[in-house]
């Protein structure tokens, strides 16, 4: 299936600090999804982007649905240590089926 | 909110037994529920989708006759890993299509040991 690329693939942040990711596509999709998985657990959304040039806010976070239609961004503000664990993205073009980016791991350090 | 509960959470049994993982959708139907499978430290790549009442349908390089994939009710996918071996071994995790959110929640995931 396809995978998508994410980067960073790890980052080591201060407390208090904002923290940036992406994610790639080669294929355009209509659906993005930000997900966190903390370990053994399952991932639990995080914010839905469902049309290109969205900008959408959960708290500290803010996601943005790329114009092209072939990426996403996550902002993290302020960064606390409870945000650490992976943060994944998932696309979805004309099917239903959500494919996966490749993890960013995030280390908050007090 | 949407619910979904995966069991058995974990479970470790001997190369060449099956072993069988279900998927409940706790308080939405779910007419379409994903399977994903996921190596340590890696991401999240999708094995089958599962639909009620029909077939599933596998992932290029996933082999149906291994996963046998079963979504006989409206809240309920089964994924069974037959005659497992060691290389099975790893994260399944189930998703679930919420189309009153339009949303998709995921278990809690289910480690696999084969040894």
């Known amino acids: 299936g396809q995978q998508l690329n994410q980067s960073p693939q790890s980052m080591f942040i201060q407390e208090g600090e904002d923290v940036s990711m992406n994610c790639t596509s080669s294929?355009?999709?209509?659906?993005w999804l930000w997900y966190k998985q903390d370990p053994g657990e399952g991932p639990v959304l995080l914010i839905a982007?469902?049309?290109?040039?969205e900008l959408t806010s959960n708290g500290r976070l803010t996601a943005q649905f790329g114009i092209t239609r072939k990426d996403s961004f996550l902002n993290i503000s302020a960064s606390i240590p409870s945000d650490v664990g992976i943060y994944f993205c998932?696309?979805?073009?004309?099917?239903?089926?959500?494919?996966f980016g490749t993890g960013t791991s995030l280390t908050v350090i007090p | 909110g949407a619910v979904v509960s995966q069991h058995p959470s974990w479970v470790i049994c001997k190369s060449g037994t099956s072993v069988k993982i279900e998927c409940r959708s706790l308080?939405?139907?779910?007419?379409?529920m994903f399977w994903y499978r996921q190596f340590p430290k890696q991401s999240l790549m999708l094995m089958a989708t599962?639909?009620?009442?029909?077939?599933?349908?596998?992932e290029q390089g996933v082999e149906k006759d291994k996963f046998l994939i079963n979504h006989a009710s409206l809240t309920l996918s089964t994924l069974t890993v037959t005659s497992a071996h060691p290389e099975d071994s790893s994260f399944y995790i189930c998703?679930?299509?919420?189309?009153?959110?339009?949303?998709?929640?995921f278990g809690s995931g289910t480690r696999l040991t084969v040894v």
């Open positions: 998703s679930a299509e919420n189309r009153g959110d339009y949303g998709y929640t």
């Open positions: 294929s355009i999709f209509n659906t």
């Open positions: 998932a696309g979805s073009g004309t099917g239903n089926q959500f494919y």
């Open positions: 308080d939405f139907q779910a007419t379409t």
């Open positions: 599962s639909n009620e009442g029909s077939k599933a349908t596998y």
């Open positions: 982007l469902y049309k290109a040039g």
